[in-house]
Nanobody, 119 residues
Framework: QVQLVESGGGLAQPGGSLRLSCAAS????????MRWYRQAPGNQRELVAG???????RYGDSVKGRFTISRDSAKHTVYLQMNSLKIEDTAVYYC?????????????WGQGTQVTVSS
């Protein structure tokens, strides 16, 4: 089993920044991919960004150029730096791990952290 704990959500103004963290614990030695998803009310969950242990990275089209995903393997933590935030970035952000295709979710999910962008 793998446990994922997100932190760093909160309230930001349009144009502002937030940094999310996801700490992994448990049986993490075989985890190749980690991702961030988000889900806004009434919307489907969507892939925000994903990163492999070898440094392969993918971003959702709506966040390219604004968000940056990174991974600290020594700390078993993945980060999401969110800049130039927009109101439409408001959502619950979920950390996801596992699987072998970056565009498809793995088996493990965190509890989610709320990000609200509002003036």
């Amino acid at each position: 089993q793998v446990q994922l704990v997100e932190s760093g959500g909160g309230l930001a103004q349009p144009g502002g920044s937030l940094r999310l963290s996801c700490a992994a614990s448990g049986s993490i030695s075989g985890i190749y991919l980690m991702r961030w998803y988000r889900q806004a009310p009434g919307n489907q969950r969507e892939l925000v960004a994903g990163i492999s242990s070898g440094g392969i990275i993918r971003y959702g089209d709506s966040v390219k150029g604004r968000f940056t995903i990174s991974r600290d393997s020594a700390k078993h933590t993945v980060y999401l730096q969110m800049n130039s935030l927009k109101i439409e970035d408001t959502a619950v952000y979920y950390c996801n791990a596992g699987g072998f295709q970056i565009e498809s979710s793995g088996s493990y999910w965190g509890q989610g952290t709320q990000v609200t962008v509002s003036s």
